[in-house]
């Protein structure tokens, strides 16, 4: 560092020691800006995966059907297009099967699935009772509760007949009822491997739900690769959620960038009163600096400099606490951490400093217009 460098910061940093307090108010104000603008680009960055999660309470958003008329999928298909998804994309993945059978000679359908992927796809399901953890426990429909008179605990006969015509029956145990309001409170669930083993027809569904935490493109970018990649199976996006995520995350991230621009507005404004004070408290050492020889050039360096030294304190500053204020407000709205993200704290540092270089133009013309003659007599 040569002597005119240092000559210059030892300048610089002397100008804002005589000032603290007024400093320490354009800081602050930065600080806040900054916080509040980290704060809003982490939440923006990370809405969509955080919505995608959110909406998945709400069931799944993409099935896959057979793309035959006619006829069951093969599992084997089922996951060659289920592998066409990334994996922590995958909330989760329900199969389902339907047949017709008797439960306590009473004409139902049942319907095997994966009850532990099934309360990922369907949380929304009322149950009473328990969730089946047995292979012989069953859920029933709430409207076959109803006209059966059964309960949660009570044994019934499960009875039916195979593609080739023989009969099957056995003992199973409910669990619980489920309630939703829709067609599957006249169903009856059983695990997917005993309804396999009744009937003799192995590995075969007719639909499976997927429940994937990706926006409304990446969906449509998902389909088409399954539709590419599996044509034995037709994936189907269910529209009302996928579109009801989309207008959601949307207004979301629309409220977000209003907040951010109104708060850096008023940093910027605060920058520029603190700044624009300053300049008026100096203006006898300005003039006297213009006196003898400083030039216009030199004025806007250390003015500029003292921009610079406040933008990167402040946008420090913001940075740390801006942290802490999206993980406040991601674990209180979506009870969910945040991930780190090192280029969006670097991207609040340099937007506080461009915020604060912007406020500090105003008084900056101000100061180089300021005339030796007249502040040193005094006018």
Not at 108 to 121: E, L, S, Y
Not at 244 to 268: D, G, I
Not at 283 to 303: D, H, M, Q
Request: charged letters at 20%.
């Amino acid at each position: 560092m040569n002597k005119k460098t240092a000559l210059y910061f030892r300048m610089l940093f002397s100008a804002l020691s005589r000032r603290l307090s007024r400093l320490f108010i354009a800081v602050l104000a930065i600080a806040i800006g900054a916080t509040v603008l980290l704060g809003m680009l982490t939440i923006y960055y990370d809405i969509p995966r955080q919505l995608g999660r959110e909406m998945r309470a709400y069931g799944a958003n993409m099935i896959l059907v057979p793309s035959a008329q006619t006829g069951n999928m093969d599992l084997e298909a089922v996951e060659k297009a289920v592998a066409r998804l990334p994996e922590n994309r995958v909330i989760g993945a329900t199969p389902y099967r339907y047949e017709a059978m008797r439960i306590n000679r009473q004409p139902v359908t049942a319907v095997g699935t994966d009850f532990a992927q099934a309360r990922k796809t369907r949380p929304y399901w009322q149950i009473e009772g328990n969730w089946p953890k047995a292979e012989d426990e069953i859920l029933i429909g709430t409207d076959i509760a109803q006209y059966t008179q059964l309960e949660p605990g009570a044994e019934v006969i499960i009875s039916g007949q195979t593609k080739a015509h023989r009969r099957f029956g056995g003992k199973m145990k409910v669990a619980g009822i489920v309630r939703t309001g829709g067609p599957e409170d006249g169903y009856v669930f059983m695990d997917l491997a005993v309804l396999e083993m009744f009937t003799e027809t192995p590995d075969e569904v007719e639909v499976f739900e997927l429940s994937i935490a990706a926006p409304a493109e990446e969906l449509a970018a998902f389909e088409e690769q399954i539709r590419q990649a599996v044509p034995e199976v037709t994936p189907r996006l269910v529209k009302r959620i996928t579109r009801s995520e989309t207008v959601v995350l949307s207004k979301l991230q629309a409220l977000v960038y209003l907040v951010t621009v109104v708060m850096l507005f008023l940093t910027l404004i605060c920058v520029a009163t603190t700044m624009m004070s300053m300049v008026m408290e100096r203006r006898r050492e300005i003039g006297l600096k213009k006196a003898i020889g400083a030039e216009n050039r030199s004025i806007v360096i250390e003015f500029l400099g003292e921009g610079a030294v406040l933008g990167l304190a402040g946008g420090l500053i913001g940075s740390v606490s801006g942290w802490f204020f999206a993980q406040q407000v991601s674990m209180s709205v979506f009870g969910r951490s945040i991930s780190f993200e090192p280029l969006l704290v670097l991207a609040t540092i340099v937007i506080s400093l461009v915020v604060t270089i912007i406020g500090c133009i105003l008084p900056i013309r101000r100061a180089i217009s300021i005339e030796p003659a007249i502040v040193l007599r005094g006018e």
